[in-house]
């Protein structure tokens, strides 16, 4: 016969060994949510500082930066994807991009 302290011990390495298991991330999912997060936040941190929503040449710095421009481009769309940032209006023929957070009534 076994003692119940020992099948106490046992169920609780039991559940440790279980929940390491659920919470193992591999190097690969976790690299993948490091760049979405890095990503995000580049555009996130942009539209969190005009609450009035930008279009992407102001992200940018301006329409000569055409260099930044397509490389903020990918990374906007991706938020647009995940529901973040919303496309509100035009302002000079560019579409003014505003956080859902700081959509409210009109």
């Given amino acids: 016969m076994s003692e119940p302290g020992n099948e106490v011990k046992r169920e609780a390495e039991n559940e440790q060994v279980i929940s390491a298991c659920m919470n ?23 539209l969190e500082l005009n609450p009035l929503g930008m279009t992407l040449p102001e992200m940018a710095g301006g329409p000569g930066q055409v260099k930044r421009i397509k490389t903020l481009r990918p990374l906007l769309a991706e938020a647009v994807r995940l529901g973040i940032i919303m496309p509100v209006s035009q302002r000079a023929g560019h579409t003014v991009y505003r956080l859902v957070k700081n959509l409210g009534p009109r």
């Fill in 24 to 46: 193992f991330v591999t190097a690969e999912n976790a690299n993948r949510n490091r760049n979405e997060r890095a990503h995000t936040s580049k555009v996130v941190r942009l």
